[in-house]
C-alpha cells in the first residue's frame, strides 16, 4: 500500500492528498415550505485505500450523498474533492468530465445496458470518455472477476450476482480513485452478497482504490475498515474496525437523542 502510493507521487510535496473531502456539503429538494434538507453541512475526509460503509435510517441523506460526492448530483453548498481536486462547480459536461477520469460507482439494480454484452458494457466508460478500449485488459478484469466465460452474454442471461460483478467490472475499468455503491448487495443472495463485498476488499487492497459503500446491512458493513452514521442529513459518528454486532447496536441507537455517543 505505502509502496503503492509513493510510487505513484511525483513531487516532493507533503503528504498524498485524502481520495474523498467534503466540507460543508448541503443539499435541498424542493422549494420554501416542502423543502427538504437531505444534507446539512456534512464535512466529511476518506484517506486513500480505505473502505468505508455508509449507514442510517431511510431518508437521512445516504443515497444523497454518494451522489453529490460523486458527481451525479450537485450540493447547492459546500465542496467536494476528489484526490485533492476540487469537483467542477461548472458545468455538467465539466462534472461529467471530471466523474469519468476519477470515478466508478455501482448501483443497487446494477444499471447494466440490456442490449449490451457483458464485455460491451464493460468498456462503455472508456468508449463514452473517449478512451482507448484495452480488449485484453477488460477481459483480464472479467475473468477475475469470475466473469470469464461470460463475456458475450447479456444481462438478461446472467444471475444477479454476475450482474453485480459485471457492473463492478465496469466501474473498475477506467482505474477509478474512488468507487461508490449504493446498496450493492440490496438485491444479491447471501452467497453472491459476500462475493461483491470481497470484490471491493480488492480493489481496495490490490488498486489502491477508496471504496464508500452504502448499505443497511451490519454484515455488509462489517467488510469495511470504518462505518459512518447519518441521521437527518448529518453525520452521527463513527465506527472502526466494526463487527456485526457493535454495528447493529449503534444502528439501535441511532434515533436516540444523544447520537454521538455522549
Ligand atoms: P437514503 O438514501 O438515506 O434513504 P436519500 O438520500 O435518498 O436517503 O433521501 C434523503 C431525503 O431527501 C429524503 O427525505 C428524501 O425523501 C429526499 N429526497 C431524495 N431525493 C429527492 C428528490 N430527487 N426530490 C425530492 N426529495 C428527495
Ligand atoms: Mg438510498
Do not use: W
Request: overall charge positive; charged content about 25%.
Amino acid at each position: 500500500m505505502t509502496m503503492f502510493r509513493s510510487a505513484r507521487r511525483t513531487q516532493d510535496t507533503g503528504p498524498a492528498p485524502e481520495a474523498l473531502r467534503l466540507v460543508k456539503v448541503t443539499r435541498t429538494y424542493g422549494e420554501a415550505e416542502s423543502a427538504v434538507t437531505a444534507l446539512d453541512g456534512v464535512t466529511l475526509g476518506l484517506a486513500r485505500g480505505t473502505f468505508t460503509a455508509v449507514m442510517g435510517p431511510s431518508g437521512s441523506g445516504k443515497s444523497t450523498l454518494l451522489q453529490c460526492a460523486a458527481g451525479l448530483d450537485r450540493p447547492d453548498s459546500g465542496i467536494v474533492m476528489v484526490d485533492g481536486t476540487e469537483m467542477t462547480s461548472g458545468g455538467e459536461a465539466e462534472r461529467t468530465r471530471f466523474r469519468r477520469d476519477r470515478i466508478g460507482f455501482v448501483f443497487q439494480q446494477y444499471n447494466l445496458l440490456p442490449t449490451l454484452t457483458v464485455a460491451q458494457n464493460t468498456v462503455l466508460p472508456l468508449r463514452l470518455a473517449r478512451r482507448r478500449v484495452d480488449g485484453a485488459h477488460a477481459r483480464e478484469v472479467l475473468t477475475s472477476l469470475g466473469l470469464g466465460d461470460r463475456l458475450g452474454h447479456l444481462p438478461e442471461q446472467l444471475s444477479g450476482g454476475q450482474r453485480q460483478r459485471a457492473a463492478i467490472a465496469r466501474a473498475l475499468i477506467t482505474r477509478p480513485r474512488v468507487i461508490f455503491a449504493d446498496e450493492p448487495t440490496g438485491a444479491l443472495d447471501t452467497r453472491s452478497a459476500r462475493e461483491v463485498l470481497a470484490l471491493l476488499r480488492r480493489a481496495v487492497t490490490e488498486h489502491g482504490t477508496t471504496v464508500v459503500m452504502v448499505t443497511h446491512d451490519p454484515l455488509a458493513a462489517s467488510h469495511a475498515d470504518t462505518v459512518v452514521f447519518l441521521a437527518d442529513g448529518r453525520l452521527a459518528g463513527e465506527l472502526r474496525a466494526p463487527t456485526v454486532d457493535a454495528v447493529a447496536e449503534r444502528l439501535a441507537h441511532l434515533g436516540d437523542d444523544a447520537p454521538l455517543g455522549a
